[in-house]
Nanobody, 123 residues
Framework: QVQLVESGGGLVQAGGSLRLSCAAS????????MAWFRQAPGKERQFVAR????????YYKDSVKGRFTISRDNAKNTMYLQMNDLKPEDTAVYYC????????????????WGQGTQVTVSS
């Protein structure tokens, strides 16, 4: 089993920054893809960014390219999402996910989920 715990959300003004963390425990992630998704009220969960853990390859949703950076700390088994130049439309609950195949952006492809952390960006 895999347990994922997100942290780092909060309230920030437009243009500000936050760093989300996803601490993982349980099985090794060396062969997994891990990802960040987000869900705003009344909307479907959407892909934000992913990393193929074993090789460090990353991929981003177009609207966050250049503003968000996904990274990892292998020693801590932790994934991060650095979010800069935040916009009100980034407001959502952010979830980390693991267990997906390389190349997938679909929530249904991921087996393990954290509880989510709220990010609110005020204008």
């Amino acid at each position: 089993q895999v347990q994922l715990v997100e942290s780092g959300g909060g309230l920030v003004q437009a243009g500000g920054s936050l760093r989300l963390s996803c601490a993982a425990s349980g099985r090794t992630f060396s062969t997994y893809t891990m990802a960040w998704f987000r869900q705003a009220p009344g909307k479907e969960r959407q892909f934000v960014a992913r990393m193929w853990w074993s090789v460090g390859l990353t991929y981003y949703k177009d609207s966050v390219k250049g503003r968000f950076t996904i990274s990892r700390d292998n020693a801590k088994n932790t994934m991060y999402l650095q979010m800069n130049d935040l916009k009100p439309e980034d407001t959502a609950v952010y979830y980390c996910a693991a267990g997906g195949p390389p190349g997938s952006n679909l929530p249904t492809a991921f087996n393990y989920w954290g509880q989510g952390t709220q990010v609110t960006v005020s204008s």
